[in-house]
């Protein structure tokens, strides 16, 4: 199983980004049971959970990014998306997509967002 991110760029502040992430090589039983989630990094910070989408469907997101990201999914796709708005200088990171079955943590490469003031 293999998380392929892309989405991420340099934006000013005020823009858009939409994060998309496939999970190539999971069955798609095991992909709709799952947990997905998106998280980042910023420089010198720890990892943190911006937003999850639970295998019964709830979403939950950071106090810093609601009303601003969207997390949804294409099971079909057996992808997870995060739409981006209103981006902030403090939302630039490295954004890692994660699926979680079980026991198991699958995780994406990351992809960077950059927003300028």
């Known amino acids: 199983v293999q998380l392929q991110a892309s989405g991420g760029g340099s934006v000013r502040a005020g823009g858009s980004l939409k994060l998309s992430c496939a999970a190539r090589?999971?069955?798609?039983?095991?992909?709709?049971?799952?947990?997905r989630a998106w998280y980042r990094q910023a420089p010198g910070k720890q990892r943190e959970l911006v937003a999850e989408?639970?295998?019964?469907?709830?979403?939950n997101y950071q106090d810093s990014v609601k009303g601003r990201f969207t997390i949804s999914k294409d099971n079909s796709k057996k992808t997870v998306y995060l739409q981006m708005l209103s981006l902030e200088p403090e939302d630039t990171a490295v954004y890692y997509c994660?699926?979680?079955?079980?026991?198991?943590?699958?995780w994406g490469q990351g992809t960077e967002v950059t927003v300028s003031s």
């Open positions: 994660n699926v979680n079955v079980g026991s198991r943590d699958y």
């Open positions: 090589g999971m069955i798609l039983s095991t992909f709709t049971a799952s947990r």
């Open positions: 989408l639970t295998s019964g469907g709830m979403s």
